[in-house]
């Protein structure tokens, strides 16, 4: 049961594992030793981890796999992905050696624009307001300069301020709706900044603003803060080829397999049930070279749903369909990412990410994630369309249930060559495992 306390995050890390190994592990010494056995050696590289985050007691790792063969816009990309679901890179190693064969896909940025709002009630005349807001507009990007300056001389910065009235969503709230160019910085910090200041000149500029009445002045900041809903920043990757070099090995004509891969599709956009887990699908792919990459994935997970959900349904992220002989599968994505600043010059594994990825912008790095996602999507699908999704899933499952059974390398190797032509199940695999440890003693 675990107990109050207080003043935690002061405590030294020795003291915090002891409170937790005291308070939450049955077995102390082995509870400590497992947090232990997941330090680095490198007392440096411990450090750097044990600040990314407060209460630090150990590291939680994942697998960094990597993904060859993806033929983007006309060169190979080697993607690094972190994450721990078995079939995740196996999938896409097959999607990028399958369409590698067929003209590779092809990539472009459709938008960069990022977003962010400061929210706030205005009880007054709205025409007062809008006046005010033209006046003053000059003055909330003046009130930034500091901020902005490097990011000016770069080509980014505000691109624009715009009064929103939301009155009809909610009595008296109002927005003021920044939009930005963060060049290869995912932002955040920079907008947030931007949009304290914003807010707080604007609330100055009110105070002493003459048109307006004692009750006018007194606009109420409720929050500023970036959004991680961005449809104008925005990536586009597709792969196409003629239908008849859809044939393989799944027994299903190229016309067919085509025909039923897009009515998959069409079941996603009309039943959300499907959906969801058809975009987790795309998520597996994207979240994977997010996280190696040092990005937001949770930013990422909000903002893809949303854009997901923006037409009143939630719908496929991904679209196919077939023009004069030409199969097309194509995904549209929001992906707010960067390649510099955050976790992407502090965490050795997130910079070797990017060099392998030979140092991308963070454009560059928008269109390897989308490919990331529609790869993924195009492996589920056809999975799914064909054998069914286990028959890959549990054979890359196989080595987990196997782990936990503490199978040796001898028996992981008797368990590969016994599941070569027959589907794995999890009971299958302990029967199986119990038969041969009893016969063999
Ligand atoms: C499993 O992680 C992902 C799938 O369920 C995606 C899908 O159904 O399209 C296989």
């Known amino acids: 049961m675990a107990q109050p306390v207080n003043g935690f995050s002061k405590l030294s890390k020795q003291d915090k594992i002891n409170w937790l190994a005291t308070n939450h592990f049955q077995n102390k010494e082995a509870g400590i030793s497992i947090l232990e056995q997941y330090w680095n050696n490198d007392a440096k590289l411990q450090a750097l981890h044990d600040e990314f985050i407060e209460n630090t007691v150990s590291n939680f790792y994942l697998p960094l796999g990597i993904a060859p063969n993806f033929l983007i816009n006309g060169k190979y990309h080697t993607i690094p992905m972190a994450l721990e679901e078995s079939s995740v890179v196996a999938a896409a190693g097959k999607a990028a050696k399958f369409w590698q064969d067929r003209g ?24 007062k307001l809008k006046n005010f807001f033209n006046q003053i507009k000059p003055t909330l990007l003046k009130a930034t300069e500091e901020i902005t300056r490097n990011m000016r001389k770069r080509g980014g910065g505000i691109s624009n301020i715009e009064l929103r009235n939301k009155t009809e969503a909610l009595d008296y709230y109002f927005q003021l709706h920044c939009t930005f160019e963060t060049l290869d910085a995912m932002g955040a910090n920079f907008i947030n900044s931007c949009l304290e200041t914003i807010a707080k000149t604007f609330k100055e500029e009110a105070q002493h603003y003459a048109d307006f009445t004692s009750e006018e002045k007194n606009v109420e900041i409720v929050m500023s803060i970036l959004s991680n809903y961005v449809p104008n920043c925005v990536v586009k990757a597709e792969v196409s080829c003629p239908i008849e070099d859809l044939n393989d ?13 897009i009515r998959a599709i069409d079941i996603a956009n009309a039943e959300p049930h499907r959906a969801v887990t058809h975009n987790k699908g795309i998520m597996n792919g994207i979240d994977a070279v997010v996280l190696a990459t040092g990005n937001d994935f949770r930013a990422i997970e909000a903002g893809v749903h949303a854009y997901a959900a923006k037409d009143g349904s939630y719908k496929s992220l991904t679209h196919a369909r077939i023009e004069n002989g030409i199969f097309y599968f194509w995904i549209e994505v929001p992906l707010a990412l960067g390649t510099v600043g955050g976790l992407t010059s502090l965490h050795p594994l997130v910079k070797l990410s990017l060099e392998i990825l030979n140092h991308p912008s963070a454009k560059d790095l928008m269109q390897v994630v989308a490919v990331a996602g529609l790869a993924q999507n195009f492996a589920a699908v056809r999975s799914l369309i064909t054998d069914g999704i286990q ?16 199978a040796t390398k001898e028996e992981k190797e008797y368990f590969v060559n016994f599941y070569k032509d027959k589907t794995v199940t999890h009971s299958g695999v302990i029967n199986e495992f119990d038969r041969i440890r009893t016969n063999n003693g």
């Not at 090995?249 to 891969?261: H, N």
């Not at 028959?391 to 503490?406: E, V």
Request: charged share 20%.
């Open 249 to 261: 090995d799944k027994g299903l004509s190229g016309q067919a397999f085509a025909e039923k891969f």
């Open 104 to 127: 590779g896909f092809k990539t472009s940025v459709l938008g960069s624009e990022k977003i962010g709002q400061v929210h706030f009630m205005y009880t007054g005349d709205t025409d």
């Open 391 to 406: 028959k890959g899933h549990m054979k890359m499952h196989l080595t987990n249930i196997l782990n936990q059974l503490g």
